[in-house]
Nanobody, 118 residues
Framework: QVQFVESGGGLVQPGGSLRLSCAASGRSFRIYGMGWYRQTPGKQRELVAGISSGGSTNYADSAKGRFTISRDNAKNMVYLQMNSLKPEDTAVYYC????????????WGQGTQVTVSS
């Protein structure tokens, strides 16, 4: 089975930065597209950034120019560098397969809380 473990969240001032990490299990990691999702109370989980097995990326409009997704296949890791953070970015962030690969909906991790507040 697969497992996704997110880390790196925390409390940050507006304009600050955070780097989220996702440790993924499984021997098939390299062939999956991966994504970072976020969810706030009352809203559906949304895809913020995605990266294909070949390294192509895409971003939600709200994240373009501020967030960067990357992956290290040798370590089964996915990262999200978040710069110029805004209060609107406050959410629980999750990683999973995504974009070029359908999300594994039965395998959501605990997520990591990002709070942007002054």
């Amino acid at each position: 089975q697969v497992q996704f473990v997110e880390s790196g969240g925390g409390l940050v001032q507006p304009g600050g930065s955070l780097r989220l990490s996702c440790a993924a299990s499984g021997r098939s990691f390299r062939i999956y597209g991966m994504g970072w999702y976020r969810q706030t109370p009352g809203k559906q989980r949304e895809l913020v950034a995605g990266i294909s097995s070949g390294g192509s990326t895409n971003y939600a409009d709200s994240a373009k120019g501020r967030f960067t997704i990357s992956r290290d296949n040798a370590k089964n890791m996915v990262y999200l560098q978040m710069n110029s953070l805004k209060p609107e970015d406050t959410a629980v962030y999750y990683c999973n397969t995504g974009w070029t690969t359908a999300p594994m909906t039965g395998y959501w991790g605990q997520g990591t809380q990002v709070t942007v507040s002054s």
